[in-house]
């Protein structure tokens, strides 16, 4: 059977509002058939039909036999659950009783769904102040151990991952949809503290444009949403990243900074790593269109004296097992270069590992930031750029990286 | 003792008057009501529906008996104290009114 699709005007909290809308459409010949982001009628309406919703006892759950044998008595049949708040009833009699008869039990009808937007509305504010106070910790706060706290570095780096156009979507989103959200449950109180005082609704605001628009703003939006997650699943093939083997993108791979042999984990445990070793993790902000990370750990093939790994031979106790973290990024405007090329740098400073920083001039580039540690100089770190161009390095071994400024330079001059 | 939420509506006084003398299904109210008021207090479904929830939630009826789609219910000690203390403001506001109408 033809079916017809078409946006729903009125905020799903307007209920005299939506039963009329229905009314009007079964007046041109439309029953509906399913309510959610949109309406879907099929043309078998009849003018004259009664809607009316009433709230589910348990949300999206059916309703329950004796209610449906009490309106069947009635005149009214069940239609379907719109969403998880209401059961849509209807009725081609004419004379058929009203539902309800006084305003007070139909407010208590609605006390229920009342009761439950105020509870998701609760939930919904703490989780949003509970996200917020987390971003401002995480920027305030600074962690007992670390020995070099410079939490406002990291705001770039926080900027670009606003900047996700997943993030972009979703934010203005979650905003849009907070406000409708607003407008609807006042809408809904002062309903049922009307009702509840046994004095009619207040007079039903009804279909309009703006909330046609609202609705088909959240349609628009949330297609390309899916899309992007989509799109951002499948480009990754899996969350834990590309494996270097199919990666495409130029890095510094750890071979070309060290100078002793280098296997993997399976090759010289014979068993896989727990964690995910040599991928790489593309990543997309309208502040950086090209950003990537690679993340690589090797191992030395001769054995050390303990069946262990670590990045430093440690006296030869250990298995010797340098790692080289790098980010690559093009940003969007030349001024944006160092800023994030420090943010990213402080992204991979370790909080208990004291570095001392310096900067050396490098042919072609606009700048080269070095910082080892202090002490042992197994921890290094590196920032270069130049332009829209910028990568930035983390490694541990016992090679020195400023030796190595030709590899790292090579993935932004090349 | 009866109900805590204050007085009844003319809904709910009709409704719990209906289990004094016998239980009830849900059509059996809605004609005992239509009947007692001749036809005045006109008891839709979801007002019924809705203060049979109501009842049962606050003690004032119980179930006592599913049949298929039918559903019997017995009022309460709880909810014959309700209906008393309804009862007896009715009385007194009636009175009340009797007294300052001569």
Redesign the interface.
Same mark, same amino acid.
């Given at each position: 059977m033809k079916t017809v699709r078409k946006i729903i005007p009125v905020s799903l909290y307007d209920i005299p509002g939506l039963e009329s809308w229905l009314e009007e459409q079964a007046a041109q010949g439309l029953f509906p058939q399913r309510l959610d982001a949109w309406a879907t009628f099929v043309p078998t309406g009849v003018p004259g039909t009664r809607f009316?919703l009433?709230v589910c *006892?348990r949300p999206g759950a059916a309703p329950e #036999?004796?209610? +449906?044998? +009490?309106?069947q008595?009635?005149g009214?049949d069940y239609a379907f659950t719109v969403g998880r708040a209401y059961h849509l009833f209807y009725t081609l009699d004419p004379s058929a #009783?009203? +539902?309800?008869?006084?305003y007070?039990?139909?407010g208590?009808?609605l006390e229920q769904l009342e009761r439950r937007e105020r509870r998701q509305r609760i939930l919904r504010d703490l989780m949003w102040a509970a996200l917020v106070l987390v971003v401002v910790l995480l920027l305030l706060l600074r962690s007992r151990f670390d020995v070099q706290p410079n939490s406002p570095a990291l705001i770039p780096m926080l900027l670009f991952y606003i900047c996700h156009p997943i993030l972009l979507i979703l934010l203005p989103l979650v905003i849009f949809y907070w406000r409708i959200h607003r407008r609807d449950a006042r809408t809904l109180r002062a309903t049922c503290r009307a009702l509840s005082m *046994?004095m009619p609704p207040p007079s039903s605001p009804g279909p309009s444009r703006a909330i046609q628009w609202e609705n088909r703003i959240t349609l628009a939006l949330i297609i390309p949403l899916f899309l992007l997650f989509l799109g951002q699943w499948y480009y990754l093939n899996r969350w834990d990243g590309i494996p270097l083997s199919d990666f495409r993108q130029p890095y510094v791979t750890l071979e070309q900074l060290e100078n002793e042999p280098l296997a993997d984990f399976e090759t010289v445990a014979g068993r896989a790593p727990r964690e995910p070793e040599n991928f790489a993790r593309p990543s997309f902000s309208f502040l950086a269109p090209i950003w990537y990370e690679v993340e690589q750990s090797g191992y030395s093939p001769s054995e050390g004296d303990y069946h262990g790994f670590s990045p430093d031979p440690e006296g030869g106790n250990y298995r010797y097992s340098p790692s080289l973290d790098q980010t690559r990024l093009r940003v969007l405007f030349p001024a944006l270069t160092r800023p994030a090329a420090e943010s990213f740098l402080e992204g991979y400073r370790l909080l208990n590992v004291r570095m001392r920083y310096e900067e050396v001039d490098y042919p072609g580039l606009d700048f080269v930031i070095l910082a080892c540690e202090e002490g042992d100089r197994v921890w290094q770190l590196a920032a270069l750029g130049r332009g829209r161009d910028a990568a930035v390095f983390r490694y541990a071994g016992q090679e020195d990286l400023a030796d190595h400024l030709d590899a790292l330079a090579e993935i932004i001059l090349a | 003792m009866g109900r805590e939420k204050g007085p009844l509506?003319?809904?709910m006084y009709y409704v719990l008057m209906s289990f004094l003398r016998r239980d009830m299904c849900?059509?059996e109210i809605?004609e005992f009501v239509d009947r007692k008021t001749r036809g005045r207090?006109? !008891?839709?479904?979801?007002? !019924?529906?809705? !203060?049979l929830? /109501?009842f049962l939630d606050e003690g004032l009826i119980k179930e006592t008996q599913?049949d298929? /789609?039918? /559903?019997t219910y017995r009022i309460t000690p709880k909810g014959r104290a309700a209906f008393q203390e309804e009862l007896d403001r009715l009385r007194a506001c009636a009175a009340d009114g009797e007294e300052e109408f001569q």
């Amino acid at each position: 059977m033809k079916t017809v699709r078409k946006i729903i005007p009125v905020s799903l909290y307007d209920i005299p509002g939506l039963e009329s809308w229905l009314e009007e459409q079964a007046a041109q010949g439309l029953f509906p058939q399913r309510l959610d982001a949109w309406a879907t009628f099929v043309p078998t309406g009849v003018p004259g039909t009664r809607f009316r919703l009433e709230v589910c *006892g348990r949300p999206g759950a059916a309703p329950e #036999p004796d209610r +449906l044998e +009490l309106y069947q008595a009635q005149g009214w049949d069940y239609a379907f659950t719109v969403g998880r708040a209401y059961h849509l009833f209807y009725t081609l009699d004419p004379s058929a #009783p009203e +539902l309800y008869s006084d305003y007070e039990s139909r407010g208590m009808n609605l006390e229920q769904l009342e009761r439950r937007e105020r509870r998701q509305r609760i939930l919904r504010d703490l989780m949003w102040a509970a996200l917020v106070l987390v971003v401002v910790l995480l920027l305030l706060l600074r962690s007992r151990f670390d020995v070099q706290p410079n939490s406002p570095a990291l705001i770039p780096m926080l900027l670009f991952y606003i900047c996700h156009p997943i993030l972009l979507i979703l934010l203005p989103l979650v905003i849009f949809y907070w406000r409708i959200h607003r407008r609807d449950a006042r809408t809904l109180r002062a309903t049922c503290r009307a009702l509840s005082m *046994g004095m009619p609704p207040p007079s039903s605001p009804g279909p309009s444009r703006a909330i046609q628009w609202e609705n088909r703003i959240t349609l628009a939006l949330i297609i390309p949403l899916f899309l992007l997650f989509l799109g951002q699943w499948y480009y990754l093939n899996r969350w834990d990243g590309i494996p270097l083997s199919d990666f495409r993108q130029p890095y510094v791979t750890l071979e070309q900074l060290e100078n002793e042999p280098l296997a993997d984990f399976e090759t010289v445990a014979g068993r896989a790593p727990r964690e995910p070793e040599n991928f790489a993790r593309p990543s997309f902000s309208f502040l950086a269109p090209i950003w990537y990370e690679v993340e690589q750990s090797g191992y030395s093939p001769s054995e050390g004296d303990y069946h262990g790994f670590s990045p430093d031979p440690e006296g030869g106790n250990y298995r010797y097992s340098p790692s080289l973290d790098q980010t690559r990024l093009r940003v969007l405007f030349p001024a944006l270069t160092r800023p994030a090329a420090e943010s990213f740098l402080e992204g991979y400073r370790l909080l208990n590992v004291r570095m001392r920083y310096e900067e050396v001039d490098y042919p072609g580039l606009d700048f080269v930031i070095l910082a080892c540690e202090e002490g042992d100089r197994v921890w290094q770190l590196a920032a270069l750029g130049r332009g829209r161009d910028a990568a930035v390095f983390r490694y541990a071994g016992q090679e020195d990286l400023a030796d190595h400024l030709d590899a790292l330079a090579e993935i932004i001059l090349a | 003792m009866g109900r805590e939420k204050g007085p009844l509506t003319e809904p709910m006084y009709y409704v719990l008057m209906s289990f004094l003398r016998r239980d009830m299904c849900g059509t059996e109210i809605t004609e005992f009501v239509d009947r007692k008021t001749r036809g005045r207090v006109n !008891l839709g479904p979801g007002t !019924l529906y809705t !203060l049979l929830a /109501r009842f049962l939630d606050e003690g004032l009826i119980k179930e006592t008996q599913v049949d298929g /789609r039918k /559903r019997t219910y017995r009022i309460t000690p709880k909810g014959r104290a309700a209906f008393q203390e309804e009862l007896d403001r009715l009385r007194a506001c009636a009175a009340d009114g009797e007294e300052e109408f001569q």
